[in-house]
């Protein structure tokens, strides 16, 4: 390490001088220039995508205030944003980004601190305390302690790598919120299904077990064999199988809720399970009437145009993040190579000193300065330099890697939910058709069987194929909302700009 003192004796350049040509001087920068990668994945959609939806307001400006229709939901997502703890997180994540950057930032300009010290010597031993000999010395004033001047961007580098980190995080916190919107949506919809199977499953197990009752009085009257009567148990404790079922997932439908919500989620919110009326027993052989599901919708959802894949790189936080984690790490290579030139720091003071105290503040005293630059040369290292720069680039690589499988993710996600828009709507129909068919069916089983044309194992077979179709119908009409919910997702939509007071910082 080599040191430069200069003096006021040799006088030949002022501190003021000196700091005007440093920041001249500096501006230098080894950050390798930029380029954002060409997305790994085709121009269009994959044929499998079916016909899109054109028109309309794009997901990502689209608010999920106006994409959920709900008034329930929308207050369930309200108290979600305010109240979950991993959305809380990726929030204390952005301060504690933006701190770091105002730390680097900071490093950028000298750093003054103030100083009062004293000192008091004697050459000997023989001087003593009070003696003749004993010398005091007494300065005040302020400095700058080992200020970097960035000649070779270093420094700069450095702080470019934390603005990225920042504008990281700020990425992270929206896709956090995205999520966040799109898992209550989902919660709420699983919700809402598992609602309309547990009353559908109230409905069989009522036809059941009435069907059970009139079977056993049919059998103790000679008009029903043993095996119609096991048979008839049997499908009544399969409903009462089935009902437990729903009622075990509706429950963890609502603990799932809950956690997402972040707080208990007032009863008012949550969908009830109406009251399934129960016929009381009856000597009449005529037989139930068959189970109908509930006729209710689910919450639906503003359908959103799919646009083109390029689309995703401008619009969705997480591909925006991993980018900016990108730029981090180009920064961070400038910072590497910085470093295998000298570093130059200077240490300055200006104050008054004085041989008593009283003289600091009085004319006793005299003005004072002194200026130390500091010249850091790498000679030998045994290559942690350049084994720092290749950390560098190898880290570049990686985040490489990493934005385009965002990318790539993405626009599977996109398409995934593009294919379920286009299948979906004909299962649906299908479905309800086959549904339709099937309560025909049913009654016509009835019918032949209450006039002996067809035997009770024909009703029974109606009765299962009806309850399955049914419960088929709800969870299709849940995985259609479910998909519109993740395309919404997977375009982008979710996130609203934040109130005033949460700008980023400044330059």
């Known amino acids: 390490m080599t040191k430069y003192r200069i003096s006021r004796a040799s006088g030949a350049i002022r501190p003021l001088t000196a700091l005007a040509l440093a920041s001249v001087l500096a501006g230098c920068s080894f950050i390798p220039t930029y380029e ?28 999920w205030q106006e994409f959920v229709h709900d008034v329930r939901l929308r207050e369930i997502i309200e108290l979600a944003l305010a109240n979950n703890r991993d959305l ?5 994540n952005i301060e504690q980004a933006r701190a770091q950057y105002q730390i680097r930032r900071a490093d950028q300009v000298p750093t003054l601190s103030g100083a009062l010290s004293g000192t008091r010597q004697a050459p000997n031993a023989a001087g003593g305390e009070g003696g003749s000999n004993v010398s005091s010395v007494y300065t005040l004033g302020v400095g700058i302690t080992a200020w970097e001047l960035d000649f070779f961007g270093r420094v700069g580098a450095l702080k470019d790598a934390a603005l990225a980190q ?10 956090a919120q995205i999520s966040l919107v799109s898992s209550v949506s989902t919660a709420w919809l699983a919700l809402q299904a598992d609602t309309e199977l547990l009353l559908l499953a109230e409905r069989t197990l009522a036809s059941r077990d009435q069907s059970l009752r009139l079977t056993k009085l049919r059998f103790d009257n000679g008009a029903s064999s043993a095996l119609d009567l096991r048979q008839a148990e049997s499908l009544s404790a399969s409903a009462q199988a089935a009902r437990a079922q729903q009622l075990r997932l509706r429950a963890q439908d609502i603990n799932l ?3 997402l919500v972040g707080q208990a989620i007032p009863e008012r919110l949550i969908p009830a399970v109406p009251m399934v009326a ?12 068959p189970p109908v599901a509930p006729t209710g919708e689910l919450s639906t959802f503003t359908a959103v145009p799919a646009g083109l894949p390029s689309d995703l790189l401008l619009r969705r936080p997480d591909i925006r993040a991993a980018e900016q984690q990108l730029i981090a790490a180009n920064a961070n290579i400038g910072a590497a190579r910085a470093a295998f030139f000298p570093r130059i720091t200077l240490t300055a003071s200006a104050g008054r000193a004085s041989t008593t105290l009283d ?14 630059p500091s010249i850091t040369v790498p000679i030998f290292d045994r290559g942690r330099n350049q084994a720092n720069l290749d950390v560098a680039k190898a880290g570049r690589e990686i985040t490489v890697a990493q934005y385009e499988k965002a990318i790539q993710t993405a626009f599977r996600e996109a398409a995934d939910a593009l294919a379920g828009r286009a299948a979906l709507g004909d299962q649906l129909k299908a ?27 024909d009703l029974l ?22 998909n519109e919910v993740q395309l919404y997702k997977a375009l982008g939509g979710g996130w609203s700009e934040p109130a005033a007071g949460t700008s980023r910082p400044a330059g």
Request: neutral net charge; proline residues 5%.
């Open 88 to 92: 809380r997180v990726s929030i204390l």
């Open 36 to 63: 954002r990668p060409a997305a790994p994945v085709t121009a269009q959609w994959p044929d499998t995508a079916g016909a899109q939806l054109v028109g309309g307001t794009a997901a990502a400006d689209l608010p």
């Open 278 to 289: 129960v016929a009381p027993p009856s000597n009449d052989l005529t037989q139930a009437t």
């Open 257 to 259: 809720l809950t956690l």
């Open 431 to 457: 479905l309800e058709a086959q549904a339709t068919a099937e309560r025909d069916r049913f009654r016509l089983a009835d019918l032949r069987y209450r006039n002996g044309i067809a035997s009770y194992l």
């Open 359 to 372: 003289g600091l503040v009085s004319s006793g005293g005299a003005g004072a300065w002194s200026l130390a």
């Open 166 to 175: 920042y504008l990281a995080t700020e990425e992270a916190r929206k896709s």
């Open 461 to 482: 077979d109606a009765q299962r194929s009806l309850f399955s179709t049914e419960q088929a119908l709800a969870q299709t009409r849940q995985a259609q909302r479910t």
